[in-house]
Structures are given as structure tokens and as C-alpha cells.
């Protein structure tokens, strides 16, 4: 029986979905943290569960090849990178046998996984920056990234994974509030005033969002910060207030005020400029979000001219990207998205690309995919479905089989879910392509397009 601070020399057999080292000691299989395939270690016995139990290294007795020196001083507390300890073509290799493991868990057989696609420079590649806030020891206001599995925050001025101009405005907010006194949220009282600074870059415009959630209506000395930031970057084109009052781990509340610009930014991705609202989803890694869609683009299958019959719908459309990228492709694309935000930038964004030929809908896909269905008495091809995490709801994938659609292209950013719903989507369609994309370099995070044909 293993019991906790039991020691062993195990061999790691492989990584697991959060990158972890994976050994088996009696039959019981052990998660242990920065632990590589192939590496024997010694290790001591942390917690045991039921049917699992987790460890650490104490040693390294046989390293792996793929093992560096992570260059993060935060790494081994930090819960943004778990990889920096591997080399990242490495990563890569980890992150396919990832969505290879979950594919073959739901549909119980082997599926051909393209290698994943890395980026040439995996560094300051996020166009987001999203800090809670909150006190150090020193009870002095403070911003970071969370410590794996924990609400507390590590101090963080400078990070590897982050756009270096939004860190360096967050840090220039952060010694704001320092010297004029705001207060940090409590998440235990619930006192206080900021609780996030949130910070989104457009890489090719260079135009920045700030967004700082508060759980006041007034943010102490507002202007004078307006002023301080505006003035010292000019790159900075909107700055908004979200107010956040409930006790909770959702970052954005539902009200916005602008205090500063117009109210958005834009950005390019490939030859289509894009309007973004603080609410708004956009994708965190631009290089790779090129990438990313126009892989998906690439399986429409026909060319410009000859698909223009087809009819496309883009669901979970979030400011419209996806569908404007397909939409020459199509005689008409429909989207669908539930942030109202979002839809008056896809609109907008349809607008400024001139792309007469799409529509959006604002609304859960769940009910409002088979209304426009019914209303519009649609006979759609394609469908691109990009949902969140938690991926497609039942009923949304017995819409889906109604509609006896040629092709199914789903982008997903987390496997498990997606190979759930392809396990349920294979009623009627053969998944034929599954290409990763590395949009999170040096996490256990990976996006993925798959594409399913109709049986
Ligand atoms: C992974 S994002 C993809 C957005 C977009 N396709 C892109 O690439 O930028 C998922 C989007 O689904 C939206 N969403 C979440 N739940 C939804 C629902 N039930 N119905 C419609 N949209 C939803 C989110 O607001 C978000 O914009």
C-alpha cells in the first residue's frame, strides 16, 4: 500500500494531460509534477487517492534529453507555463500524444493526429494579459499570475508568455495605485476596490485595451490614472471599468464604462482588420490564430468560385473571425455567438472587411441554431464550431445530425471535450483530419482543427 512521504525510484512511462510525469507503483498510477517520459527519479509520495496518487521529484537519476533549465524564476510555483522544463519541440510531441490519448479513450481506435504546429519564436506571443489583484505578505496592493491550484498571487513584473508593452502598463498601473492608494480586492472579505487589470494588445496595430475589473463604481483618482497611463503610452487607445460585485471566480461582470477612447481596438489577422470590446472574445496568440483559421479555411475543400452555393455557419463566432476568413468561400455564412459585445463587432467587422455575404445572430447557439434554421429555412454545407472549453451541448449535436451537413470542420482548445462530442458526432461523419495548433506554447493547453465528412 503506498502511503504518503513513502519513498520510491520510479520510471516515468509518460506524461499526462497537464504535462506531469506518470509512473505506476503497485498497479496505482502516480502524477509527478516536471517529471519527463522515459527519466528514472526518486520520489516521494505526496498524497494517495483511491485509484491514484501524486508525487514529487526528490532526484533525478536518469534525465531526460528533452530536460533545460526553466529561465522563469516563478516556474515551479507559477499555474501559467507547466512546461518550461521541457525542451518545446519536445512540448510539441507531448501536446500531439495528448489529443492522440483522448481520441482514442473516446472513439476506441487509433486516429491519425498531425504533428503539432509550433511557432518559429515561442515567447511574449500572448496579446492578453489578465492579473488578479490582491495584497503580498507585506499587505501592500500586488498583481500576478495565480500559484498552481491556488488563489494565491505570485507578484509578477515580468513574464515570458506576455506582450512586453502590456506588461509593462500593468506594471505602470500597479505602481498607480501603489502611490495613490487604491485598494485590492479582498476575495475573503470582499472588500476593496480592483480586482483584475486586464490588458489586450492588437500585435499588428499596436493599439492597447485596458480593462481594470472593479467591485466599486469609483476608482480612486480615476483621471489623474487616465491621464498618467495615456500620456506615457500613447499606444494606449481605450481604457474601460468592469464592474465585478459578486463573489465569484468569473473574471468580468456584465456592465462596462468606457472612461478613455472610443470603446475598442482593432487588429489584422491575415487581410481582414478586426474590431475588439473589453467583452469580447478574441484569440490570445495572433501568430498562431492565423494559422489556426487558415487551416480551418483550407478545409472548406473547394475553391472561391466553385463553393460559392455553399452555405456556412460559424458557431461560437465570437467577433465574427472564422466566418469572415471562409466567407468568399460561401454564398452566404451565418453566425452565431451569445455575447451581445461580440456581435456588434462581428457586425461591425463584416462592415470594415466589406463582406456583404454573413449575418449574425447574437444568442445561446443551443436555441437559437435551430430557430434560424427553421426561420431562414437554411440548407447549410459547413459548419465551423469553435465552442469554449466545455464544448457542444447535446442538443446543439442533435441539431448538428439533422442537418446532414458534407463537412463538419470543429476547433477546439481542449481535447477531452472534443473527442466526447466527435465520439457522438461519428453517428453519421468519419473524422478524417486532426491538426493541432500550439496556440498556449510552454502549457499542457492545445487547440486543435478536426475535420469530420459525412459518412
Ligand atoms: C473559443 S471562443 C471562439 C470564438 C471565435 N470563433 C474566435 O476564434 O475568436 C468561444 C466563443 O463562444 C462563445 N459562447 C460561449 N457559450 C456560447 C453559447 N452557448 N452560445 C453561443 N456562443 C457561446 C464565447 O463567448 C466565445 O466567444
Known amino acids: 500500500?503506498?502511503?504518503?512521504?513513502?519513498?520510491?525510484?520510479?520510471?516515468?512511462?509518460?506524461?499526462?494531460?497537464?504535462?506531469?510525469?506518470?509512473?505506476?507503483?503497485?498497479?496505482?498510477?502516480?502524477?509527478?509534477?516536471?517529471?519527463?517520459?522515459?527519466?528514472?527519479?526518486?520520489?516521494?509520495?505526496?498524497?494517495?487517492?483511491?485509484?491514484?496518487?501524486?508525487?514529487?521529484?526528490?532526484?533525478?537519476?536518469?534525465?531526460?534529453?528533452?530536460?533545460?533549465?526553466?529561465?522563469?524564476?516563478?516556474?515551479?510555483?507559477?499555474?501559467?507555463?507547466?512546461?518550461?522544463?521541457?525542451?518545446?519541440?519536445?512540448?510539441?510531441?507531448?501536446?500531439?500524444?495528448?489529443?492522440?490519448?483522448?481520441?482514442?479513450?473516446?472513439?476506441?481506435?487509433?486516429?491519425?493526429?498531425?504533428?503539432?504546429?509550433?511557432?518559429?519564436?515561442?515567447?511574449?506571443?500572448?496579446?492578453?494579459?489578465?492579473?488578479?489583484?490582491?495584497?503580498?505578505?507585506?499587505?501592500?496592493?500586488?498583481?500576478?499570475?495565480?500559484?498552481?491550484?491556488?488563489?494565491?498571487?505570485?507578484?509578477?513584473?515580468?513574464?515570458?508568455?506576455?506582450?512586453?508593452?502590456?506588461?509593462?502598463?500593468?506594471?505602470?498601473?500597479?505602481?498607480?495605485?501603489?502611490?495613490?492608494?487604491?485598494?485590492?480586492?479582498?476575495?475573503?472579505?470582499?472588500?476593496?476596490?480592483?480586482?483584475?487589470?486586464?490588458?489586450?494588445?492588437?500585435?499588428?496595430?499596436?493599439?492597447?485595451?485596458?480593462?481594470?475589473v472593479l467591485n466599486d463604481n469609483n476608482l480612486k483618482d480615476e483621471a489623474k490614472l487616465t491621464d498618467y497611463l495615456t500620456i506615457k503610452h500613447p499606444n494606449i487607445k481605450t481604457i474601460a471599468k468592469n464592474f465585478n460585485k459578486k463573489n465569484t471566480n468569473v473574471i468580468l461582470g456584465d456592465k462596462t464604462e468606457i472612461i478613455y477612447g472610443p470603446g475598442f481596438i482593432y487588429d489584422i489577422l491575415g487581410e481582414y482588420k478586426f474590431k475588439i470590446s473589453p467583452l469580447s472574445f478574441y484569440q490570445v496568440n495572433p501568430i498562431q490564430t492565423e494559422i489556426l483559421y487558415n487551416t480551418a479555411v483550407q478545409h472548406v475543400g473547394a475553391g472561391p468560385v466553385s463553393a460559392r452555393n455553399d452555405i456556412a455557419l460559424d458557431l461560437y463566432c465570437g467577433i465574427g473571425t472564422i466566418g469572415i476568413f471562409a466567407s468568399k468561400y460561401f454564398k452566404k455564412v451565418y453566425g452565431i455567438e451569445i455575447i451581445e459585445q461580440a456581435i456588434e463587432n462581428a457586425k461591425e467587422n463584416a462592415k470594415i472587411n466589406n463582406v456583404e455575404n454573413i449575418e449574425f445572430y447574437a444568442g445561446d447557439v443551443e436555441k437559437v441554431l435551430p430557430e434560424i434554421i427553421k426561420k431562414e429555412n437554411l440548407k447549410p454545407n459547413i459548419i465551423f464550431v469553435d465552442p469554449p472549453r466545455k464544448g457542444l451541448d447535446k442538443n446543439t449535436i442533435e441539431t448538428i445530425l439533422n442537418l446532414n451537413l458534407e463537412k463538419i470542420i470543429y476547433i477546439s482548445c481542449n481535447p477531452a471535450t472534443l473527442a466526447r462530442d466527435i465520439a457522438m458526432l461519428e453517428e453519421k461523419y468519419d473524422l478524417k483530419e486532426v491538426q493541432p495548433v500550439d496556440m498556449f506554447p510552454w502549457t499542457s493547453h492545445v487547440e486543435c482543427v478536426t475535420v469530420l465528412y459525412l459518412k
Open 1 to 212: 500500500m503506498l502511503k504518503k512521504n513513502d519513498e520510491y525510484i520510479v520510471e516515468i512511462i509518460d506524461n499526462g494531460f497537464q504535462g506531469e510525469g506518470i509512473a505506476k507503483i503497485d498497479g496505482i498510477t502516480v502524477f509527478i509534477n516536471e517529471a519527463i517520459k522515459g527519466e528514472k527519479i526518486k520520489i516521494k509520495i505526496l498524497k494517495v487517492l483511491k485509484n491514484f496518487a501524486y508525487g514529487k521529484i526528490i532526484e533525478i537519476l536518469e534525465s531526460s534529453k528533452a530536460r533545460k533549465t526553466p529561465d522563469c524564476n516563478t516556474y515551479s510555483r507559477c499555474g501559467g507555463c507547466n512546461l518550461r522544463h521541457i525542451e518545446y519541440n519536445e512540448t510539441l510531441k507531448i501536446k500531439k500524444a495528448i489529443v492522440e490519448n483522448c481520441l482514442y479513450k473516446e472513439l476506441k481506435k487509433e486516429i491519425k493526429v498531425e504533428d503539432v504546429i509550433g511557432m518559429k519564436e515561442p515567447i511574449y506571443y500572448r496579446n492578453k494579459l489578465q492579473y488578479p489583484v490582491g495584497v503580498d505578505k507585506d499587505n501592500k496592493i500586488t498583481m500576478g499570475v495565480y500559484s498552481a491550484r491556488t488563489h494565491s498571487i505570485i507578484p509578477t513584473q515580468k513574464c515570458y508568455i506576455q506582450n512586453e508593452l502590456c506588461q509593462e502598463i500593468a506594471n505602470d498601473i500597479l505602481e498607480f495605485a501603489r502611490a495613490h492608494n487604491v485598494s485590492a480586492y479582498n476575495e475573503e472579505t470582499l472588500k476593496g476596490t480592483l480586482r483584475h487589470i486586464i490588458i489586450r494588445i492588437g500585435v499588428k496595430t499596436g493599439e492597447v485595451l485596458v480593462t481594470l
